[in-house]
């Protein structure tokens, strides 16, 4: 079992709908978690971090933590084509604070 | 905003050649990280550096590689004799905290090209 898994994509998501992003994680120690974006050829760029259950916002942005199902997801509300990226999951390993990344989930919206 | 600056954008180098790859990392962060990607592959850990020595490592960072901080704002990693597979984008992060509990913020990265 891979440590952090995403889905890959790509997802395609009307503009203006809810793009929804998922992550799941096999540490059960993990205590904090974040949601990067990446555009082709550039770098992470953080969106959201959340360290406890429930649900976080940030303007369009929803992080969403379920520890006792060990899986995070990242809602985007009124998807614009801007937000057409590549989503990164990224979790501590709570043994050595390293941080474990998904493969990352290709999301595409369509205007 | 603060943020973490990596040089040079992009380094072509023959193989075999030794690379030194650059950043300066947020002001006031403790923490200090090398990551590298592959072109369409996943973001690979390399190293953590804190309080001037290496904190973790991975299988990746093998005798080739090494980084310092040579003063107190320059954070570098050098590959001593590169391969052709060392061709990655290299990101350079920081963090005020450990990665339990402070984000790592990004540079723009290092696209290295070995021929």
């Known amino acids: 079992q891979k440590e952090v898994e995403q889905n890959s994509g790509p997802l395609s998501v009307p503009e203006g709908a809810i793009a929804s992003l998922n992550c799941t994680y096999s540490?059960?120690?993990?205590?904090?978690f974040f949601w990067y974006r990446q555009y082709s050829g550039k770098s992470p760029e953080l969106i959201m971090s959340?360290?406890s259950n429930g649900d976080k916002e940030d303007g369009r942005f929803t992080a969403q933590l379920n520890k006792a199902s060990q899986y995070v997801s990242l809602l985007i509300r009124d998807s614009q084509p801007s937000d057409s990226a590549t989503y990164l999951c990224?979790?501590?390993?709570?043994?050595?604070?390293?941080?474990?990344w998904g493969a990352g989930t290709k999301l595409i919206i369509k205007p | 905003e603060p943020e973490v600056t990596q040089t040079p954008s992009h380094q072509v180098t023959q193989m075999g050649q030794e690379v030194i790859l650059r950043c300066v990392p947020i002001?006031?962060?403790?923490?200090f990280y090398w990551y590298r990607q592959i072109l369409g592959q996943k973001v690979e850990f390399l190293v953590s550096?804190?309080?001037?020595?290496?904190?973790?490592k991975s299988e990746i960072f093998d005798d080739q590689f090494s980084v310092e901080r040579p003063d107190g704002s320059n954070f570098t990693l050098k590959i001593r004799s590169t391969k052709l597979e060392d061709s990655a984008m290299y990101f350079c992060?920081?963090?005020?905290?450990?990665?339990?509990?402070?984000?790592?913020?990004f540079g723009n990265g290092t696209r290295l090209t070995v021929t």
């Open positions: 992060a920081s963090s005020e905290g450990d990665a339990n509990n402070s984000p790592l913020h």
């Open positions: 002001s006031n962060h403790l923490y």
């Open positions: 550096f804190y309080n001037n020595e290496i904190s973790e």
């Open positions: 540490d059960r120690g993990s205590q904090s």
């Open positions: 959340i360290y």
């Open positions: 990224a979790v501590n390993r709570w043994s050595n604070y390293q941080l474990i």
